[in-house]
């Protein structure tokens, strides 16, 4: 466990040391002129903690593409070509074992088994069968482990979405990225260590509600809450200055400031004044970090083709999967964006079809982006919902429309780049997709992965808190996913 | 006394693992209790189902009796014979404790501190926080705080500060008491009192004012997890901020804390309790809920109690029993069965498991005030009055009736006209406007008749129009309308429009040019009556009513008036018809009757109504004909309805007063249990669905026994309140000025204010906790008094500035050898800035108000389906009231706190972070709500003096409460007239910095100068020790 008292130690930090994490891409310009040699940035570091990493990390950097709502695994990954046979036959109760459903269908009279109405074909050299829903994933399935058993407690958006991002389903508990802010620190001393991104989804889907507690620090720092970089007003709350005040006039009164808070600092002895002084000084250097993070004038003709059109608009799907590849670039140690639309309850067919179209080639270019730039080896990119869906149709069953409620019982995740064999796939399910029949998954195995992966032990990394030696991985046992690690 | 702590370990206060030095004689609860708990007890302690070999070390029976092995663990005062020392001490890894698996190691300080206390007859303590407090002699002499604090600092080593200077003590007293920096009335006050006791009556000044309730319900705000919203899922709004006043308003009238906790945990089952006292018992509906849908009922209905429970257990008794719902727990006594008996306590309210997304999920009330019944008896009253005066004139008028449609009237056809609109749209219809506000116009602007006009007009299309009009307008008999219009010489409309509603708005007459798209043209959706009417004087406007398919007897329950791209007034509007009483239900009583049967008939009351829809053919009773008449005749009959107008009028009158004062009153979610409380049981693992042993509501059996008010009886929760306060509970006074003394100072004389368990801290100063935990039950649980007895300490009042060893050698204060120095919470920091600004609206109590906010917090986490999906920013004085008053929604907190540390309030916090970000200088830089408060100061500045020192001088006074030196006023001076250069050559950008805000700037000024004024001010505002409380 570690002491509360390093919690002292450490808070005199926001952002981390060693700036940039490949040196093509240094700011130079933004580290001379007004304020070179200035900020005693350098020592205001936001260092990993003392025994961190516990092991020789595979990846430095996390990308987490949540899939919000639950995206459904029969129709894109967990390919069940005999499922037709069945088509509205009822679900078998030797399959169903009698488990709970979300009262949304628990009363439906009738659990009609909806085959995908989409066709699968195999791709890559692994043969991964994959539906026509994700034809520019299909092309990076050789970079991608998919795990098709993952299962989960929770039956219903806002506790599943907690537990997969903080291990449990009660409200309070650090999120993933803050976790690993705290335990790793961060790699730069211009962007916040972790950053959420949530990108524009399509209009006719049905968008659940994000909570702030998923990027939030629970009970750690709140330093270490994921800084939400928005698509529309200031990219960074108060980045910009107000109106009639440039940025000649913020180095003039920081320089007043300056000096009077040294002065305070004299007088009074606190080192929180110097923290202060410093963090006002890193506000300034964000003031041009940020603006030169989201400026994509500068990207190839290439690299925006890879994402497509839609990578011009800001806040689309391509356009923050882009953002996501910057920031990991310029040091951001955790990446977690959230595309919403994800839960098709009544037209699955027609909803997913546009959520795979809004997000499909933005994460395939992401992964062949970051791989052209020898980026994927060190960073890790994990896709996923909080949940699965229902083989059998909520509501009326057509061959060109259904539903499907809530499964928690397993459905697909995958990972690829730092630490991540590709090509590979963990894990099956049952002929009706209904329950994992080999190497299930907890999402709590998921989350020990991702950190096992960044070099850590998750079961070494505790904090105490209320009596307790809380873990991102929860109280029961989990472990990393062995057979997927490179 | 002397600390408990070797003064080495200070930096290290919060680490409650330290061996004692070889010297000291060993403490089991400070010396050996951390060991054991942390590297035994959850193998060999209370939790029974993890248990191994059998053998508990936490309580000394156990441990010195013999094993399941046949072994003896401890034999006192023989570690070579005792088992554990052997495991301890041994190589061989298969008996080694902890086992080799277990990777937390004991360290051999640590092994030799056990061998020791073996040695020494391996002596046991209960817990110290199980204990009730008991209370020695205070030190003598001075101040009983200073006087336990004194002999602890002698052996820490380090010196304390001289007193701090006055303006620093009344500025840290003036923001630990309210929240805000002292005024300069205040200021001067203090400066000016040189008398002995000056101290006293300022604190004794703050302690009276009416935002000292603020300060203080803001942080028990934090504990009881109050917020404006439900917080999962939707996380739709809730109506609960009766509770949040009553918590500002139990601070102010110093409320007894043990009566505080008593009203907030069992105000329900006091006898009669007062509205009061049921909005006190909101403290356990604050918890989040949900409202998703597929949600499985006992499973909430489950967690909701844990988390009631848990949150009690928390904030009374500073117990985690959280621990306990899953097992027993591993480190303090308490078993699950405990954990689940004090559940029982919480498991029958009666709100259900899903919030509905709700306003109000009962069980909740309306907050009537004292008066409440006398004014609504009074209301009833009136309107009863008024209607005995209307059935008098009703029975008269029947008297006289002479129905045209009973066929011995002679009948008269006549032409009728309806008037529809004159002065105002039908009373009680639902007015709606598109364009400008509505604007009715009294002479001298254009009016046709009675008193007003409609004025309409503003870019594009505009229009006002009302809706649900009861009982409906009826279209006559050959029916014209017609419309008085006045258009506007010079600002001619293009196009003027009349639309009807008649399922649907499908009804509409123009004139002028084709220019409003609506309806389909040509047909009576969108009827050209011919080119605009003159200008500049009064039109009366027809068409008949047939050419827009208005067929007589059609119902119409709304109408509109628009202009596209001018302004016209409209008056007098209405139908010219033919009528023949003898058809005609607005003459006839027999033709109404017989229209009306088989339907409803809007409006009427509910027998009315019945006996119309039976239809005329129905056999009536004399009484029953005579009541159908005379509402006949009041309300619908055409001739007669005018006779009733000024009663009607004065009965609407008063059912809209009344309805308004129903309004203003909130209502808020309370506690009450179901009539039949729910079979509560241990639930296995914590699984909702995994009932096992029965229990019935107790009190963990570590502490106290709960004494029942029926021996025989089921234990309430007023059993368990006057526990939680009872003078045996060794935990809720040492609980609560433990959490009073981290708000005054900034830490908790136990660090951890949320534990006092075994895994807790232990305290710094543990007889100064026990002697104010004793005192302030003996005072009577008075608040007041002990925020009083800690602000008046010498430990209080001295200067924060200090050496440099001080704070290395205790960075957290624990000490208290410096005055506390600490950053301003989120709230301080605005309300502070609003105050300097001269912005601030100290208005108190109400609905939580929605005040500045960046774009983009809510929408993009939203749900579509939400009411919370969308910010909709207040205006006016909501934009300046104190922090505490904002609205809070749960899943996405206004950034203004959130950024500097503010819960988020779905869980209990019971002590936040004090962090220093870059964020926060951003925000305290450029959020549009410092840098206008900014410009309020600065504007206060330039009001101030005309002299530039004395402008620096006055904020200085303002926000530090001190004067400026020479030296920082020339620092300043400097930035100042680099800046007044800069907006002299660039008033344009001066004019936008001095507009930042919704507060105008003041007429006539130096536009310059105030923006460079005002960067000065944003400066001052963002000085470190403008943002600390020093």
Redesign the interface.
Known sequence: MIPEAQFALNRRQFFGQSGLRLGGVALPYLLGGAFSGRASAASEVHPALSGFPHHKPKAKAVIYLHMNGGPSQLDTWDYKKDLIKHYDEDLPDSVRKGQRLSTMTSKQAKFPVAPSKFKFAQHGQCGRWVSELLPHTAKVVDDIALIKSVHTNAINHDPACTFVFSGTEIPGRPSLGSWVSYGLGAETSDLPAFVALMPRYPKDSNGQALYSRLWGSGFLPGKHTGVVLRSAGDPVLYLDNPPGVDREDRRALLDTLGKLNRKSFDAFGDPDIQTRIAQYEMAFRLQASVPELTDISGESKATLDLYGPEVKNTGSFASTALLARRLVERGVRVVQLMHRGWDSHGNLPYELTNQCRDSDQGVAALIQDLKERDMLDETLVVWGGEFGRTVYSQGTLTKEKYGRDHHPRNFCMWMAGGGIKGGIVHGETDDFSYSPTLDPVHVNDVNATILHCLGIDHERFTVRNQGLDVRLTGVEEAKPIKAILA | MTLHLPPICL??L??ATLPAAAAEPLSFNRDIRPILSEHCFSCHGVDSEHRKGGLRLDVPEAAYGEGKSGEIAIVPGKPEESEIWYRIATDDDDDVMPPTKI??RLSDAEKQTLKRWIEGGAPYQKHWAFEVPKVGAAPAGGHAIDSYLGAAMEGGGLAPTAEADRSTQIRRVAFTLTGLPPSAEELDQFLGDREPGAYERMVDRYLASKHYGEEMARHWLDVARYADTH?????NERQMYAYRDWVVGAFNRNLSFDQFTIEQVAGDLLPKPSVDQMVATGFNRCN?T?G??????EEFIF?YAVERASTTA?TWLGL?A??AV?HD?K??PITAKDFYSFYAFFHSNADPALDGNALLTNPSIKVTPPDYDAKIAAFTKRTADLQAKADAIGKEVASRYKDPGDSLVPSRVSEVEHVWFEDAFPAGSKVTTQGHPLAYSASPAPVFSGNASIKRGGPGIAQDFCENVAPPLVVPQGAKFFVHVYLDPADLPKEIMVQFFNNGWNHRVFWGQDVIPWGKAGTGERHRAGDLPGAGKWVRLELPAGKMNLAPGTPVTGYAFAVQGGTAYFDKMGMVGKSDPAGDPTRSFIVWRKAAAGKDTKGAPGDINAWLKEGPDKERTPEQLERLKIYYLQHVCAETKPRFAETAGAIAAVAKERSGYEASIPSTFVWRDLPKPRESFVMLRGAYDKPGEKVVPDTPAVLPPLKKADPDGRATRLDLANWLVSRENPLTARVTVNRFWQQVFGVGLV??S??L????DLPSHPELLDWLAVWFQEEGWDVKKLMRMMVTSQAFRRA?????Q??KDD??NRLLARGP?I?LDAEQLRDSALFASGLLKMQMGGKGVKTYQ???IWE?????G?NTATYRRDNGDALYRRSIYTFLKR???A?FM??F?AP?R??SCFRR???????????L????QY?EAARGLATRMMASSTDGKERFAFAYRVVLSREPSE??MQ??G??FR??LE??RGAPA????????GDSPPPAGVDVPEL?AWT?VA??IL????SI?R?
């Not at chain 2, 830089?925 to 549009?928: A, I």
């Not at chain 2, 963002?1022 to 020790?1025: K, P």
């Open positions: 930096a290290v919060a680490c990777k937390k917080g999962m899922h939707l996380d989040i949900t998703e849908g597929g949600t499985i009922p967690r928390q985690t959280s621990c899953c727990h480190f303090d660090k951890s949320h534990d368990g075994t895994q807790g924060s500035a200090a050496p440099a001080n704070w960075p957290e120095r950053r960046p774009p983009n993009p986490v939203g749900f579509r939400s899943t996405a907190p950034p959130a950024n540390d988020n779905e869980a972070e004090r962090s220093n970000t870059p964020l926060q200088a951003l925000q830089l450029n959020d549009v840098f030296e920082e620092i300043v400097a930035f680099k800046q800069k907006y950008e001066a004019d936008k910095a001095i507009k930042f923006a960067q944003n400066l963002n000085l470190d020790e600390v020093n």
